[in-house]
């Protein structure tokens, strides 16, 4: 997948997460999609999810995206590790 194609999936699933009703929908569907992979590819997942929350929590914010900044900080304080197995 292309970078582009990829940053096109992301703003569909953001699209999701902007939608009125749709609690809950995005992190089941989420859910359903890594938990049905591959192990090793549901390490990957979260290593890149790992990665992506360090650089998060560096991000300035407002009242708007506070709480996931912070959240983002904390989960940079466990210091995670995600071995390629």
Excluded: W
Aim: with cysteine; aromatic share 10%; glycine share 2%.
């Amino acid at each position: 997948m292309k970078n582009e194609e990829l940053e096109n999936a992301i703003k569909v699933i953001l699209n999701h997460c902007n939608a009125i009703g749709n609690e809950g929908v995005v992190a089941s569907s989420l859910e359903n999609a890594i938990v049905s992979d591959h192990r090793t590819i549901q390490q990957t997942f979260f290593r890149e999810l790992n990665q992506f929350l360090v650089s998060y929590s560096e991000q300035k914010f407002d009242a708007r995206n506070q709480s996931s900044v912070e959240f983002a900080q904390k989960v940079k304080e466990l210091d995670s590790f995600f071995p390629y197995i």
